[in-house]
């Protein structure tokens, strides 16, 4: 026999649910910090549109950290300066982070020196980036008790650094650089280099006389074309497999030029390069 359903209970439990979610979306509204609502926080700069999303990791130090326009802090990001909070750091800032910059969620910046991210860097989830490292040199003492080295951090503008990679004390990574993921970065890394493994290398590079070595094995993406509605690429989306063959087709006559006549089309006899978004939309 199967079990009678208790509706009212299940409906409660729904309604419970849609309540909890949109409390929490509007705490997670209402609690992420801004330059308009900062809480208690007083940053020593925090740009126009930058926003740190809520529930945030450790933050504190923040008079010596100083966060560009337009930037994502994602949850939980911790930010430091200084070695423990209300420390005096003197008059110049410690952690600095350019504009458009965005930190993936659990991501952590240990600036007990000078740590800097150029503008337009993207960090994926859980990054580590830190100017400050433990020592051993005394074997007789534990390694937490010894004083740490420090060495500042340097991240050039337009990076992308991957899932999990981790940025030691000392590193000086140049613009446009690639770090994957869990890749564990120390010393130089020149302009606009990928970089991977632990400890990490560089495995492509792109310079003026050669361009990238080893070759990008993948044709560079190509962006969608000013002016294309989101409806049209979902119809350019649905197509099926005889449609996207005949488009194919449509494209390698272009090749040969723009007016090959075509006898199966009625009409002055030229083939057009391509259909129109209208075309496929029809055709979808």
């Not at 009212?8 to 949109?22: C, E, I, K, M, N």
């Not at 690639?178 to 990928?194: F, K, L, M, S, T």
């Not at 044709?219 to 969608?224: E, K, N, Q």
């Not at 449609?243 to 075509?262: F, I, K, M, N, T």
């Amino acid at each position: 026999m199967p079990k009678p359903q208790n509706t009212f209970s299940s409906r409660r439990r729904r309604l419970a649910q849609r309540a909890v979610h949109a409390a929490w979306a509007w705490v997670q509204r209402t609690a992420s910090v801004s330059a308009e609502h900062p809480g208690r926080f007083r940053f020593g700069a925090l740009g126009e549109g930058t926003r740190l999303a809520f529930p945030l990791g450790t933050v504190f130090g923040e008079p010596w950290i100083r966060l560009g326009a337009y930037c994502i802090i994602g949850e939980q990001v911790t930010l430091t300066a200084g070695l423990m909070p209300d420390l005096d750091l003197g008059p110049d800032p410690i952690l600095r982070i350019g504009d458009g910059v965005v930190l993936g969620r659990g991501s952590h910046v240990i600036a007990d020196t000078t740590v800097t991210i150029g503008s337009d860097c993207y960090f994926g989830p859980y990054v580590y980036v830190t100017s400050t490292n433990h020592s051993y040199d005394d074997p007789h003492q534990p390694i937490g008790r010894q004083w740490p080295r420090m060495e500042p951090v340097e991240i050039g503008p337009g990076c992308w650094i991957g899932t999990g990679a981790v940025i030691l004390p000392g590193a000086r990574i140049g613009r446009n650089v690639v770090v994957a993921a869990g890749a564990v970065v120390r010393g130089e890394v020149p302009d606009h280099a990928v970089v991977a493994g632990a400890p990490a290398r560089v495995v492509r590079r792109w310079t003026p006389a050669e361009g990238w070595q080893p070759p990008l094995r993948t044709p560079a993406p190509v962006p969608v074309p000013d002016g294309v509605t989101p409806e049209q690429l979902a119809a350019l989306a649905g197509l099926d497999d005889e449609s996207v063959a005949r488009l194919a087709e449509l494209d390698d006559g272009d090749a040969v030029g723009r007016d090959r006549p075509d006898p199966g089309r009625p009409g002055d006899g030229r083939q057009p390069v391509r259909p129109s978004l209208a075309e496929v939309d029809a055709e979808g």
